[in-house]
């Protein structure tokens, strides 16, 4: 079946879907984006998703390009015309096509909206969350709004390629004072020692995850001991478990940093079972 993308009020067939040389997105990542995941071909967490895309939106003074009742539609109807059952669905909003120019273009420039959808594998990856990852650490040298979901992610291609060629999956970026802040495209997580659940307050240096605000609902509900504050590479290599979260590998447990086995280099128990929970409670909450 071939695969269909929306862009800018057109569902077409994925060869025919291109953008304008001049969109601004393409040309300054002058632009927001969302990924929610698909299952059984419903969104989870699409409103958590749509308000966290509205706050981008409107903290960049980028105007939603259409309705948000009409974009609900664009999305279902994305996933439906792509038979996605499990998968994942991607939109992105640039402020729109005009000359080059870092200004803001005249307000009757349209913004330009583009979704696509495409299935995960899921034996694939439950098999990943079954035996875990292994992450680095890097430096972090995104700028200091790494709140707003930009597409401005080269820092973040940079880290997970350098993970990549030290044989890791993922990138753990690290602060000028040696704290982690989070991963090249999920919330990091730890399990002290002592049993304590630990992430990083989500302020202008990390993303508010959905799976994070999710999973701090279920931490809540099992009265798991918690605590929201920074934590270093240090106390990273000495955690039980160590875990990442988001919208598509839910919760996926890290086994080695740099290198150094966490707890006894298998997926921990906690990881483990939150990420079975995670939709039972994502439903209830
Ligand atoms: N941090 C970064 C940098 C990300 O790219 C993502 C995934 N979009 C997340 C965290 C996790 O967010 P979510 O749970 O909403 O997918």
Same mark, same amino acid.
């Given at each position: 079946?071939?695969? @269909?993308?929306?862009?800018?009020?057109?569902?077409?067939?994925?060869?025919?879907?291109?953008?304008?040389?001049?969109?601004?997105?393409?040309?300054?990542?002058?632009?927001?984006?969302?990924?929610?995941?698909?299952?059984?071909?419903?969104?989870?967490?699409?409103?958590?998703?749509?308000?966290?895309?509205?706050?981008?939106?409107?903290?960049?003074?980028?105007?939603?390009?259409?309705?948000?009742?009409?974009?609900?539609?664009?999305?279902?109807?994305?996933?439906?015309?792509?038979?996605?059952?499990?998968?994942?669905?991607?939109?992105?909003?640039?402020?729109?096509? +005009?000359?080059?120019?870092? !200004?803001?273009?005249?307000?009757?420039?349209?913004?330009?909206?583009?979704?696509? %959808?495409?299935?995960?594998?899921?034996?694939?990856? &439950?098999?990943?969350?079954?035996?875990?990852?292994?992450?680095?650490? #890097?430096?972090?040298?995104?700028?200091?709004?790494?709140?707003?979901?930009?597409?401005?992610?080269?820092?973040?291609?940079?880290?997970?390629? %350098?993970?990549?060629?030290?044989?890791?999956?993922?990138?753990?970026?690290?602060?000028?004072?040696? +704290?982690?802040?989070?991963?090249?495209? %999920?919330?990091?997580?730890? #399990?002290?020692?002592?049993?304590?659940?630990?992430?990083?307050?989500?302020?202008? %240096?990390?993303?508010?995850? @959905?799976?994070?605000?999710?999973?701090?609902?279920?931490?809540?509900?099992?009265?798991?001991?918690?605590?929201?504050?920074?934590?270093?590479?240090?106390?990273?290599?000495? !955690?039980? &478990?160590?875990? @990442?979260?988001?919208?598509?590998?839910?919760?996926?447990?890290?086994?080695? @940093?740099?290198?150094?086995?966490?707890?006894?280099?298998?997926?921990?128990?906690?990881?483990?079972?939150?990420?079975?929970?995670?939709?039972?409670?994502?439903?209830?909450?």
């Amino acid at each position: 079946m071939s695969r @269909i993308a929306y862009v800018n009020g057109q569902y077409l067939p994925f060869r025919e879907a291109k953008v304008h040389v001049e969109d601004r997105g393409y040309q300054f990542a002058d632009a927001v984006y969302e990924v929610c995941e698909v299952r059984d071909g419903r969104l989870i967490d699409q409103r958590r998703h749509l308000q966290r895309l509205q706050r981008s939106l409107s903290e960049l003074r980028i105007r939603p390009p259409i309705s948000w009742g009409a974009l609900d539609v664009v999305l279902h109807e994305v996933v439906a015309r792509n038979r996605i059952r499990y998968g994942i669905v991607y939109l992105q909003i640039s402020r729109g096509v +005009a000359r080059r120019d870092h !200004a803001f273009p005249p307000v009757s420039v349209e913004p330009s909206l583009v979704v696509t %959808a495409r299935p995960l594998n899921r034996t694939r990856n &439950e098999a990943l969350a079954a035996s875990g990852i292994a992450v680095v650490t #890097v430096p972090d040298n995104r700028w200091g709004r790494v709140d707003i979901k930009t597409t401005s992610l080269l820092p973040n291609v940079l880290a997970r390629q %350098a993970a990549v060629e030290q044989g890791a999956r993922d990138a753990w970026f690290v602060d000028d004072a040696g +704290a982690v802040t989070e991963a090249s495209s %999920a919330n990091a997580w730890i #399990v002290t020692a002592s049993g304590a659940v630990v992430t990083r307050p989500a302020d202008h %240096a990390i993303l508010r995850g @959905i799976t994070r605000m999710v999973l701090l609902d279920v931490i809540k509900a099992q009265a798991l001991t918690f605590e929201e504050r920074s934590f270093t590479v240090k106390e990273a290599y000495a !955690a039980r &478990e160590a875990f @990442i979260t988001s919208a598509s590998q839910i919760v996926l447990p890290v086994v080695r @940093i740099d290198g150094r086995p966490i707890g006894d280099g298998r997926p921990g128990p906690l990881a483990t079972a939150l990420r079975r929970e995670f939709h039972k409670f994502a439903e209830a909450s």
